[in-house]
């Protein structure tokens, strides 16, 4: 991949009732160029929406790939990932870094009704994981808008340390910041 190929990393950080999720937009060479800022309910369902603003916000054409930290950001707030593809017409590709049976009996134990039936209805649509095999260590990886085999090659590029993505990595750390910040804000 050519090191001017640019990616939207999404990643979140919380701690009360809103999400802190911030963008970070990085090169395949490692150089982080732009980053903003959105929020969505903790256990709510707007995380595909603000995701979507998001990349809209940065007005970035030259962003070739959207990632995202998992499909259940601020607890159990699925992101469409197919929807997220259609608005941003760009190929989305969601890392998550541990084993799981999935999330369907998490969503059962703690939603019912109309709440657990949107959830369950959004995280099924969702594509399989593939479990990929990178710098000694495992991520598990679902692409919306590109084959399994072309998002494999798009995380291994953006990956050139560790297991994590480079833009998720940014992402996390630019959400972490930012959740810091706006809680200093309201507390004071």
Not at 12 to 29: F, K, Q
Not at 36 to 64: K, M, N, P, Q
Not at 75 to 98: C, G, K, M, Q
Not at 136 to 148: I, Y
Request: with cysteine; aromatic share 8%.
């Amino acid at each position: 991949m050519k090191p001017g190929v640019r990616a939207l990393g999404v990643a979140e950080s919380y701690r009360g009732d809103r999400s802190t999720l911030a963008g970070a937009v990085v090169r395949a060479s490692r150089v982080a160029d732009g980053f903003a800022y959105r929020t969505c309910t903790v256990g709510g369902l707007d995380a595909t929406d603000a995701i979507v603003d998001l990349f809209h916000s940065l007005d970035r054409e030259d962003v070739s790939y959207v990632f995202v930290a998992g499909v259940a950001l601020a607890w159990y707030n699925v992101v469409d990932l197919h929807r997220v593809h259609a608005e941003t017409d760009r190929p989305v590709i969601s890392v998550t870094f541990e084993e799981s049976s999935g999330l369907l009996a998490a969503l059962e134990s703690e939603f019912e009704g109309e709440a657990l039936d949107r959830r369950r209805e959004i995280y099924e649509r969702q594509p399989a994981r593939d479990r990929l095999s990178i710098n000694d260590q495992t991520v598990f990886v679902r692409s919306v808008g590109l084959e399994s085999g072309q998002a494999r090659d798009a995380v291994r590029a953006f990956t050139p340390e560790g297991g994590r993505p480079e833009p998720l990595r940014v992402a996390r750390l630019a959400a972490r910041a930012g959740d810091g910040f706006r809680r200093r804000e309201v507390s004071e």
